[in-house]
């Protein structure tokens, strides 16, 4: 690490604080990559909880016929629709060359946390299955936990996202508008 390192002018790249700012926006675009990689993981262990409810039976019928799987399956497909939504439109803002900062992180935070409920949720539906190697949920379940890390944790998110409402920089179109402070 380098302190009090003096740059002559002459020598720097972009303006005073260009690098932080530069920094900034280079993760929030990485931030919907994670959101779409964290909707596939919670996107395969759906697939593959309704598949394996579909061949295990219990009592006579395949479990997806309990109404306490068929919930899980409904709020997992429910939950996972809404992630792809917010990743969606995070990257449609960053297309149009809109400010994307705060869409990004919330679609970050929001698909990491569901990619981990719902891969747990799989585990959970396959039983002492899901923690066997040959049903690949314990894997995404694994690959799940790494999303709400990498690219800022939840919590950065969650300050990146108060910030955004705080400045008033958050757009919530449902609003019709940036919030705005009284």
């Known amino acids: 690490m380098y302190n009090d390192v003096k740059v002559p002018k002459a020598n720097r790249i972009g303006d005073d604080g260009f690098g932080f700012k530069f920094a900034m926006k280079t993760l929030a675009g990485g931030r919907i990559g994670i959101a779409a990689q964290a909707l596939g993981i919670a996107g395969g262990a759906y697939e593959l909880a309704v598949a394996y409810s579909k061949e295990r039976t219990t009592f006579g019928k395949p479990i997806s016929q309990h109404q306490a799987i068929a919930f899980k399956l409904a ?107 009284h």
């Open 75 to 181: 709020d997992m497909a429910t939950e996972i629709e809404a992630a792809k939504l917010m990743v969606y439109r995070a990257a449609w803002m960053k297309d149009q060359g809109m400010d994307y900062a705060s869409a990004s992180a919330m679609a970050k935070l929001y698909a990491s946390e569901v990619a981990m409920k719902h891969t747990v949720e799989a585990v959970q539906i396959h039983g002492g299955y899901g923690f066997v190697k040959e049903y690949h949920v314990e894997r995404l379940m694994r690959d799940a936990k790494i999303t709400q890390i990498y690219e800022g944790t939840s919590e950065i998110q969650r300050i990146v996202i108060s910030r955004g409402i705080l400045n008033g920089e958050l757009y919530l179109p449902i609003l019709g508008g940036a919030v705005e402070s």
